[in-house]
T-cell receptor, first 112, second 109 residues
Framework: ETGVTQTPRHLVMGMTNKKSLKCEQH?????MYWYKQSAKKPLELMFV???????ENNSVPSRFSPECPNSSHLFLHLHTLQPEDSALYLC???????????FGSGTRLTVV | KNEVEQSPQNLTAQEGEFITINCSYS?????LHWLQQHPGGGIVSLFM???GKKKHGRLIATINIQEKHSSLHITASHPRDSAVYIC???????????FGKGTHLIIQP
């Protein structure tokens, strides 16, 4: 365990389903991130939250909706996804200006 | 062209060999990170660099800001070092990371 916990580890969903990914950290970090890792592509930044406020949205389609109720929890709400959205979704946290990032183990999402 | 380029993409070596993975970037950065990703997806942060050189056990990371280049070295490589090594940069003024495609390293016994 890294200190950043993601659930579920694996998720299979249909294109009409609605599901949510959860990320939780109790490291005292103030910034939390969603990253997407598709096959054969580099990791891509999706969203950044600092002190619960969204500070970056990297042109992510609206079918992905983030929520950050407090500095320890981050959600990614999913609806009407496409098969090409199948990927590993990674959550990370840090303190801006801090020593580095702590990553969760990821949620492997398959859209059928 | 990616803003962060890594080489080689794939590397297979024998146990004990000295390993070098290279990273070049084309943007202004505030920091460069080396990450390790094992099968199953979990990512571990190895180093964060803004200048010079850092060492942790058998791992050494260097950065040359003027040349926009960083290297990750592994001394006395071991099969447990087999993983994907990812270079990532934090662009000046930005918050999240921009990643290279990774180097898939296999160390054979």
């Amino acid at each position: 365990e890294t200190g950043v916990t993601q659930t579920p580890r694996h998720l299979v969903m249909g294109m009409t389903n609605k599901k949510s990914l959860k990320c939780e950290q109790h490291l005292g970090h103030n910034a939390m991130y969603w990253y997407k890792q598709s096959a054969k592509k580099p990791l891509e930044l999706m969203f950044v939250y600092n002190f619960k406020e969204q500070t970056e949205n990297n042109s992510v389609p609206s079918r992905f909706s983030p929520e950050c109720p407090n500095s320890s929890h981050l959600f990614l709400h999913l609806h009407t996804l496409q098969p090409e959205d199948s990927a590993l979704y990674l959550c990370a946290s840090n303190n801006p200006g801090g020593r580095g990032y702590t990553f969760g183990s990821g949620t492997r999402l398959t859209v059928v | 062209k990616n803003e962060v380029e890594q080489s080689p993409q794939n590397l297979t070596a024998q146990e004990g060999e000295f390993i070098t993975i290279n990273c070049s970037y084309s943007v202004g950065i505030s920091a460069l990170h080396w990450l390790q990703q094992h099968p199953g997806g979990g990512i571990v942060s190895l180093f964060m660099l803004s200048s010079g050189k850092k060492k942790h056990g058998r791992l050494i990371a260097t950065i040359n800001i003027q040349e926009k280049h960083s290297s990750l070295h592994i001394t006395a490589s071991h099969p447990r070092d087999s993983a994907v090594y990812i270079c990532a940069v934090r662009k000046g003024g930005a918050d999240g990371l921009t990643f290279g495609k990774g180097t898939h390293l296999i160390i054979q016994p």
